[in-house]
Structure formats: structure tokens, C-alpha cells
């Protein structure tokens, strides 16, 4: 029950921080912003059932959350979005291994949605298998129709 509880608390202070991160952008960016917003408080309130559903009691959020650092403009506010989805997401990665099949599975897809997000805040995407070298393209192959000779 502590780890749905941690997880919860992660999902608390994505809530406090993505309001303050929209209010610092604008464009794509702020629409972004809100839907990662939105989808926080979506998985606050699963996580709320989860917990309460199992006879537990849920975390109530702070009145305020230290951030790391202010994001004074868009392109801290940005690094401060995914820096929060990892956090989120390592908060997840505790519950993979609950017992409890519906937890594990609620944990996978929260890891899978907030790494995603992470990933779509930063301007370059990820390496296909991140820490491998990059392969020269292949060489050119013979025309089907010439005659090897």
C-alpha cells in the first residue's frame, strides 16, 4: 500500500507543478503542458481508487511543492517537465512488482505514459536503442537487373 501511496504523492506534485508549468508557456508548448496536466490528475484520481478500493487511505497532496529549480521561461519550464516524468515514472517502477495484477499493469502503462511524455517535451527524439553506436547506411545493393560477372 506505501508504494501506491508514493506513487500518488508523485502524481500530487505533477498536479501542483504542471499548473505552474503552463502558466510559463505558450503555444504548443502550454497546450502540452495541459494535457500532461490533465493526464496527472486522471492518474491521481485511479491511483485514489486503487488505494481506497483496497482499504487504504489515499496521500493528500501538500499546499506547495519544492521545485528543483524556477521556470522562469518556457525552455526551463520544458527541462522541468521532464525531469518531473522521470520522477513520476521511477515512483511507477516500484509498483511493477506488486503482486497484485492490476497494480503491475496500472504501473506498466503509467511508466509507459510519463517516460513518453518526457520524451515528447525534449526537441530531438530518443535513439532507437539508446548507448549504441549510430550504423553507417548500407552500401548500395547491384541492380536486379544487371549480371554479376
Known amino acids: 500500500m506505501e508504494k501506491l ?4 504523492a508523485a502524481e500530487h506534485a505533477a498536479v501542483f507543478a504542471y499548473g505552474l ?3 510559463r508557456t505558450s503555444g504548443e508548448v502550454r497546450r502540452r503542458m495541459s ?6 490528475r486522471a492518474q491521481r484520481d485511479r491511483l485514489r481508487t486503487l488505494i481506497t478500493t483496497r482499504g487504504g487511505r489515499p496521500a493528500e497532496p501538500d499546499a506547495s511543492y519544492a521545485l ?5 521561461d518556457a525552455k526551463l519550464a520544458v527541462k522541468l517537465a521532464v525531469r518531473l516524468e522521470n520522477g513520476v515514472a521511477a515512483a511507477y517502477l516500484e509498483l511493477v ?7 503491475r499493469e496500472h504501473a506498466a502503462v503509467a ?3 510519463a ?5 515528447s517535451f525534449k526537441p530531438d527524439p530518443p535513439a532507437a ?3 549504441m553506436p549510430v550504423a553507417a547506411s548500407p552500401p548500395a545493393s547491384p541492380s536486379a537487373g544487371s549480371a554479376g560477372g
Open 111 to 113: 511508466m509507459q505514459q
Open 97 to 103: 512488482s506488486a503482486r497484485d495484477v492490476k497494480v
Open 5 to 8: 501511496r508514493k506513487a500518488l
Open 35 to 40: 494535457a500532461a496536466y490533465d493526464a496527472h
Open 129 to 131: 536503442f539508446p548507448g
Open 115 to 119: 517516460v513518453t511524455r518526457a520524451y
Open 21 to 23: 508549468l503552463a502558466a
Open 68 to 72: 528543483p529549480f524556477f521556470p522562469s
